[in-house]
């Protein structure tokens, strides 16, 4: 099981951090990826680590303000977010896959459920 938390709302320029923890089962071996799905848009890719081969991934349009990191010891997976844009609102979702390696955006078996993030301009 997969829980995702740390959404809010923020100022434009802000930042959050939000945490992805598994229950029943660790992150080893696993890739992790965070989605988030805006009002009115399709679901995004944004993020992706794997615990599998060590990789990451970070979508076009959060490059450079997004950062991606796990904690072993709290088999946890941190998105910390920064310099927020009102763009950047949405419903962010973490899921995992065992193997695989990044960038995954597809096939996802396990699903935590979403956190809302909301930017104010």
């Known amino acids: 099981q997969l829980q995702a938390s740390g959404g809010g709302l923020v100022q434009a320029g802000g930042s959050l951090r939000l945490s992805c923890a598994a229950s029943?089962?660790?992150?080893?071996?696993?890739?992790i990826t965070w989605f988030r799905r805006a009002p009115g848009k399709e679901r995004e890719g944004v993020v992706c680590?794997?615990?599998?081969?060590?990789?990451?991934h970070y979508a076009d349009s959060v490059k450079g303000r997004f950062t991606i990191s796990s904690d072993n010891a709290k088999n946890t997976v941190f998105l910390q977010m920064s310099s927020l844009k009102p763009e950047d609102t949405a419903v962010y979702y973490c899921?995992?896959?065992?193997?695989?390696?990044?960038?995954?955006?597809?096939?996802?078996?396990?699903w935590g459920k979403g956190t809302l993030v909301t930017v104010s301009s």
């Open positions: 680590i794997s615990r599998s081969d060590g990789s990451t």
């Open positions: 029943g089962f660790t992150f080893d071996d696993y890739t």
């Open positions: 899921a995992a896959l065992y193997g695989g390696g990044c960038p995954i955006y597809y096939g996802m078996p396990y």
